[in-house]
């Protein structure tokens, strides 16, 4: 998958998440709105409240993108029959979708009204979806293959040096200690070669692949580091949140709650 198409399918869950949010708060509004006393009189109470046919609906469906986002990305991640199933990478972007689409449902299945135990559920799933977008950051920032590996330090600096003597041969340019400094007289030097406008395009993202790893080496350790303690507070976030949901489910369906079934 290129990059451009990567961007696409990026900008697509993006846009599905906000359409979610922006139409379903525009088609309940005047609903949720409303006082919580008085929304019994409302003529979309039937429909929209928590146990209503879309309000319920919302929260079966919001709740199977989470488990579905979560427990297919574990699967490619760790067990080796679904290695082989497409880029890492690209199932990590669908399980940061998923999990970012299902709470937009659940907050919705729930009107905006939560307390007791379902509220520790949903502020664990705040707390999750806020933990996944600063992970998503964290991840970014740690070189790896394109089938999602994490590399080392001394493959880090390999692919650095690859670079510098693939510079050196072609433009006979030393940009083995790039930096802010010398890129400018570097980039001035190149243009006195007179490139033609697609090479002298080569040229400028050569370099700028090569500032962007020399500082991936130089803060690699910290977000390593970093990395790992986020680890510690997403995991226990999730598993509360879905121990939580599952005794939901569980006293929803005790309680003799049903959607379309």
Not at 138 to 161: A, C, F, M, N
Request: aromatic share 14%; charged share 20%; glycine share 6%.
């Amino acid at each position: 998958m290129t990059q451009t198409v990567h961007r696409i399918y990026i900008s697509v869950y993006v846009l599905l998440v906000i359409t979610a949010f922006l139409g379903l708060g525009y088609y309940g509004f005047s609903f949720y709105n409303l006082p919580i006393e008085e929304r019994f009189f409302s003529p979309d109470y039937a429909l929209l409240k928590p146990s209503g046919l879309l309000g319920h609906g919302l929260g079966i469906i919001g709740s199977l993108l989470i488990v579905i986002g979560v427990f297919s990305y574990m699967a490619r991640k760790r067990l080796k029959f679904f290695s082989r199933w497409g880029v890492l990478k690209y199932w990590l972007e669908f399980h940061i979708f998923l999990c970012a689409l299902g709470p937009v449902l659940i907050l919705f299945h729930t009107s905006f009204k939560f307390g007791g135990i379902v509220s520790v559920s949903f502020w664990s799933l705040v707390a999750v979806v806020a933990s996944g977008v600063a992970g998503r950051f964290i991840y970014l920032q740690i070189p790896r293959t394109i089938e999602g590996r994490e590399l080392s330090l001394h493959e880090v600096e390999e692919i650095k040096d690859q670079l510098v003597i693939a510079f050196k041969d072609k433009y006979n340019i030393d940009i083995s200690d790039l930096n802010s400094e010398n890129t400018i007289a570097i980039e001035s030097e190149i243009k006195a070669r007179n490139l033609s406008r697609n090479e002298y395009k080569k040229v400028k993202q050569l370099i700028k692949s090569q500032r962007k790893l020399v500082k991936r080496i130089e803060r690699l350790d910290f977000m390593q580091n970093i990395f790992k303690y986020w680890h510690v507070a997403h995991l226990p976030f999730a598993l509360i949140m879905l121990i939580v949901m599952i005794i939901h489910v569980i006293v929803v369906l005790t309680m003799g709650y049903k959607w379309i079934f």
